[in-house]
C-alpha cells in the first residue's frame, strides 16, 4: 500500500506494526521495488517503511539540481511526520552514506544499520573511473550497462531487476549519482572510516555477496575482503559483517529470506 501524507516528498510503503521499525532505502538510480519482498518479510515482524529517493520512481522531483544532503533532509521528514520513534535502517549499496547522515543527527532513535552490498573498504582505481564515466553525457550510457553486467555476473536472469528498476533514469541522475558517491568516497576514503566518525559508535551489519567483491578487486576470491571486515570487527566491537550465498548486487532480489532472516537475528539478538 501506497501513502502519502500532505507536504512529504517522498513515496512509500508502510507495512507491519511493532518497534523497532525498518526504514529501507534503495539506492541512487533504482526504487523500492528492488526491496519490496524483504520490506514484506520484515514486516511479519514490526514496522516497515519502504521508501522510493527524491526524484526517483513515486517520488516528487525536486526542482533544479540537488544531492545527498537534500535526500537526508526529505528522509528525516518521514521519520518524525510519521511518528518513528525507535528504528533501524536496511540500505541498499551507497544508500549508505544517506544513512550515515541520518545517524548523526538520529543517533538517540537510529539504533542499528545494515547495508547492503556496499563498498565498505577503500575502492580500487577502476571504481573511480566508472563514477567519471557516469558523469560524461558520451559515457554514461556504456558505463552504466557495464555495471549492470558485474553486478549480475552477465547472467540473464541476474540482470533482470536491474534492467528493470534503474534503466528509466536519464544522464542526469546517473550523473548526479555518481558525482554525490565520489564526493562521499574522497571525503572519508572509505565507508569503514567514516561510520568510525560516528559517535556515540552505532552497531552496524554489512552484508555482502562474495563475487562482488572478488570481481571489484580483480581478486581470485573475497579473502582480501573479508579479511579486511574481520581485522576491523577485532578492533570495533559494534561492526559486524556476513557473507551471502548471492551472486549479483542486489542480494536483497537474489536471497530475499536469506537476507531476512540476518537482518531479524541482528535486531533481535546483537547487542
Given at each position: 500500500m501506497n501513502k502519502s501524507i500532505k507536504n512529504l516528498k517522498l513515496a512509500f510503503d508502510d507495512w507491519g506494526i511493532g518497534e523497532p521499525s525498518i526504514l529501507l532505502l534503495p539506492g541512487w538510480c533504482s526504487d523500492r521495488g528492488i526491496l519490496t519482498p524483504l520490506a514484506k518479510l520484515l514486516s511479519n515482524n514490526r514496522r516497515v517503511i519502504n521508501l522510493d529517493l527524491p526524484g526517483h520512481n513515486e517520488s516528487a522531483h525536486p526542482q533544479g539540481d540537488f544531492g545527498s544532503e537534500d535526500i537526508v533532509c526529505e528522509v528525516l521528514k518521514i521519520v518524525d511526520s510519521l511518528g518513528i520513534?525507535?528504528?533501524?535502517?536496511?540500505?541498499?549499496?551507497?544508500?549508505?552514506?544517506?544513512?550515515?547522515?541520518?545517524?548523526?543527527?538520529?543517533?538517540?532513535?537510529?539504533?542499528?544499520?545494515?547495508?547492503?552490498?556496499?563498498?565498505?573498504?577503500?575502492?580500487?582505481?577502476?571504481?573511480f573511473e566508472s563514477l567519471?564515466?557516469?558523469?560524461?553525457?558520451?559515457?554514461?550510457?556504456?558505463?552504466?550497462?557495464?555495471?549492470?553486467?558485474?553486478?549480475?555476473?552477465?547472467?540473464?536472469?541476474?540482470?533482470?531487476?536491474?534492467?528493470?528498476?534503474?534503466?528509466?533514469?536519464?544522464?542526469?541522475?546517473?550523473?548526479?549519482?555518481?558525482?554525490?558517491?565520489?564526493?562521499?568516497?574522497?571525503?572519508?576514503?572509505?565507508?569503514?572510516?567514516?561510520?568510525?566518525?560516528?559517535?556515540?559508535?552505532?552497531?552496524?551489519?554489512?552484508?555482502?555477496?562474495?563475487?562482488?567483491?572478488?570481481?571489484?578487486?580483480?581478486?581470485?576470491?573475497?579473502?582480501?575482503?573479508?579479511?579486511?571486515?574481520?581485522?576491523?570487527?577485532?578492533n570495533h566491537s559494534w561492526f559486524h559483517f556476513r557473507r551471502l550465498s548471492s551472486k549479483s548486487h542486489l542480494p536483497s532480489v537474489e536471497v530475499t529470506q536469506e537476507v531476512a532472516r540476518e537482518i531479524e537475528d541482528f535486531i533481535t539478538q546483537v547487542k
Open positions: 520513534n525507535e528504528f533501524s535502517t536496511v540500505s541498499v549499496a551507497h544508500a549508505g552514506w544517506i544513512v550515515v547522515e541520518l545517524r548523526r543527527r538520529l543517533f538517540n532513535r537510529l539504533s542499528k544499520m545494515v547495508f547492503l552490498d556496499w563498498i565498505i573498504i577503500e575502492p580500487p582505481p577502476v571504481f567519471e564515466s557516469m558523469q560524461k553525457l558520451n559515457e554514461w550510457q556504456n558505463a552504466r550497462d557495464n555495471l549492470f553486467r558485474g553486478w549480475s555476473l552477465g547472467d540473464c536472469d541476474l540482470v533482470k531487476p536491474f534492467q528493470e528498476c534503474m534503466t528509466n533514469y536519464d544522464f542526469d541522475m546517473w550523473s548526479r549519482a555518481g558525482r554525490e558517491i565520489e564526493k562521499s568516497y574522497k571525503e572519508f576514503g572509505s565507508a569503514l572510516k567514516c561510520l568510525e566518525t560516528l559517535s556515540p559508535s552505532p552497531t552496524v551489519l554489512n552484508l555482502y555477496s562474495p563475487p562482488q567483491a572478488k570481481n571489484l578487486y580483480a581478486q581470485s576470491d573475497d579473502s582480501s575482503y573479508f579479511e579486511a571486515q574481520q581485522n576491523f570487527a577485532k
